[in-house]
């Protein structure tokens, strides 16, 4: 089944001729490089146009100065000059309007170019859908991905900026952020860490790694659930929490037993009858905070692009904090690279997919993550960043990296140790530091102790 197309796609041949003939003319100069470097070749419609723009292209990046005779000869040396009707086709091409602003028929070309690739993608996804070749989930999810990469399009060919334009722009931040219209980064609720990080900063990828059993998954939620909170006026930060080990249900039972300070065994077995009134009073105040939560057990990171995606059009809060429980068990993509090598150059594909969407949704990435075995064998126990599991990818791409450290557990017969440290081990924008914390099991909370040593 062919892909259903209209008569007559988005186009427009006049403006592409006119772009072609002022970028071309003599004394074009800056303004027309920039332009073209503002386009690529798939952009034009017409196949003369895209060869002399591939050539012009050509004759730009090799600074040789453009005219109907260099043109002519990198058509020549590309095959392409009887693509425009020999020489008097070219001439008769370069003959035509000269506009004074290339810049704008270069925006009229690629809006064209991109309704272009809108239509095409439709007639795909009719024809996919049509051959009931794939569930309707994947197609889902491909064609969410596929619209993320074009949205996503303009601001990726953003090129070099003047030194001027970086300045403008990082001091009205830096002027919104002191005087309080703007949030320096992600705040979690425990002061000396806010004090250290200055919040998770937009772009970065954070990893929580720690050996099973430890609390990694508590401490995760209580940073999510500080930041959701109101705080000195502002509203809490908008957060996902993907689970892939537990079910929504477990989660929401941790965020209400740390936010009402009640057992969490007596919560799960029923058994906090004279709580109930505290219980009720934290669920109201969590179900009035911006937290969403996802428990598929299976879930790769373009899915999860797609559920952030989805739910900034459909709400008017856009996600602004990730965190995933935890990296080892996310999936790969049906025919990724990642899915058929081994693990650790399978966890290396998801790390660097996890970065890359930390950096183009503009918001902090936490990962949690397992250790290897070997930290256990280590006088002391203590982590450090060669534990990572799988893959050293996962220390490279990451801009922060914390462990938590607690004694090794006890018998049966001894109580547990409450005292447990968070090693900061890798702060790509910071110090590092080691921050003294104390475990309350029964609330799946952490707290910070007064004690902190460097």
């Known amino acids: 089944m062919a892909d259903w197309l209209p008569e007559r796609l988005p186009e427009d041949i006049d ?25 690529v070749e798939e952009d034009f419609v017409h196949p003369a146009h895209r060869a002399v723009f591939r050539a012009l292209k050509t004759l730009i990046e090799a600074q040789v100065e453009v005219n109907s005779l260099t043109l002519k000869d990198a058509l020549d040396q590309d ?16 003959a035509g309007e000269d506009v004074e602003r290339p810049q704008v028929l270069a925006d009229v070309i690629r809006r064209k170019a991109k309704l272009r690739r809108l239509v095409h993608l439709g007639a795909q996804l009719v024809r996919q859908a049509a051959e009931e070749d794939e569930a309707p989930e994947v197609l889902v999810d491909q064609t969410a991905q596929s619209l993320f990469h074009l949205a996503q399009g303009d601001a990726q ?44 900063q937009p772009g970065n990828l ?29 509203s809490g930060h908008c957060g996902a929490f993907f689970s892939l080990e537990m079910s929504h ?42 937290l969403f939560i996802c428990d598929r057990a299976s879930i790769t990171v373009p899915q999860i692009q797609n559920m952030i995606v989805k739910q900034g059009s459909q709400s008017n809060r856009r996600v602004e904090f990730v965190i995933i429980d935890y990296l080892q068990l996310l999936s790969s993509p049906e025919g990724s690279r990642g899915a058929k090598q081994n693990e650790a150059v399978r966890i290396g594909e998801i790390s660097r997919g996890l970065k890359l969407m930390a950096k183009d949704f503009g918001i902090p990435v936490v990962v949690l993550s397992q250790l290897n075995r ?73 707290r910070e102790m007064v004690r902190e040593t460097y």
């Open 15 to 39: 403006a592409e001729r006119s772009f072609l003939a002022t970028c071309c003319a003599p004394g074009a100069g800056f303004a027309a490089s920039e332009a073209v470097f503002a386009l």
């Open 157 to 200: 060919a953003k090129g070099l900026l003047s030194i001027q334009a970086v300045a403008d722009d990082t001091m009205e931040r830096l002027s919104d952020r002191l005087e309080g219209r703007l949030s320096p980064g992600v705040r979690v609720g425990f002061s000396r860490f806010d004090e250290l990080t200055q919040g998770f």
């Open 206 to 234: 954070i990893v929580l790694a720690a050996r099973p059993g430890i609390g990694k998954t508590a401490l995760a939620l209580n940073w999510i659930l500080r930041a959701a909170q109101e705080r000195d006026g502002r």
């Open 374 to 446: 070997e930290v256990e064998h280590r006088t002391g126990g203590r982590p450090q960043l060669s534990d990572l599991r799988d893959s050293g990818a996962i220390e490279q791409d990451a801009d922060m990296v914390a462990f938590i450290h607690r004694k090794m557990m006890p018998s049966a017969t001894e109580e547990p140790d409450p005292s447990a440290e968070l090693i900061v081990a890798k702060h790509r924008n910071g110090p590092t530091a080691i921050i003294q914390l104390h475990f309350q099991g029964e609330y799946a909370m952490y």
């Open 79 to 94: 095959d392409s000059l009887n693509k425009v009707g020999g020489y008097p086709g070219l001439v008769e091409l370069l």
């Open 249 to 290: 249900e477990e989660v929401f039972m941790r965020l209400l037993a740390a936010k009402s300070q009640t057992n969490m065994k007596d919560l799960q077995s029923g058994r906090a009858t004279g709580r109930m009134d505290d219980v009720m009073k934290a669920r109201d105040e969590l179900i009035q905070m911006p």
